[in-house]
């Protein structure tokens, strides 16, 4: 049995597209000679006491010691955040400030809090975590969690 072989080396061909790919790509973004300049966006007023922010925050939760234990990221560094446990009626189960602090896995300032409440549950959420950033005054997006109860 005979192999045949290619008519154009396959690398040759992967090289091309990625040469035509770069160009139309260069194309797309250079201006033209009868295209009009565009508008300037306007600047953002700078303050030293409100830090820039990227991104929105963010939580994530896991079990760790048989505990409910909450992360998140892209906190003020430096700047306490406080974290909140609530029923999905309001009432807070659990509550603790902390100072967000740089992470080598996690954006902008991070959190990582060992709750008080016993995890796993079984499964449903019947609360929501939720973080305050006190430097800039924002919250996080709500976060759906399982709050275990004792059934005695």
């Not at 939580?59 to 760790?64: D, E, I, V």
């Amino acid at each position: 049995m005979r192999t045949l072989a290619r008519s154009h080396p396959h690398r040759a061909r992967r090289i091309t597209a990625v040469a035509v790919s770069a160009a139309a790509a260069f194309a797309l973004t250079a201006p033209t000679a009868s295209s009009a300049p565009a508008p300037a966006a306007p600047a953002q007023p700078e303050s030293a006491s409100a830090p820039a922010r990227a991104h929105e925050s963010f939580l994530f939760q896991y079990t760790f010691n048989g505990h409910l234990k909450i992360g998140g990221g892209n906190f003020t560094v430096g700047g306490p955040v406080t974290l909140y446990v609530k029923y999905n009626n309001g009432t807070v189960a659990f509550r603790q400030t902390v100072t967000a602090k740089t992470h080598s896995i996690t954006p902008g300032g991070a959190i990582y809090v060992e709750t008080n409440i016993a995890s796993p549950c079984a499964p449903g959420n019947n609360g929501y975590a939720r973080a305050y950033d006190r430097t800039t005054g924002i919250w996080s997006p709500r976060l759906p969690v399982p709050i275990c109860q004792r059934i005695d």
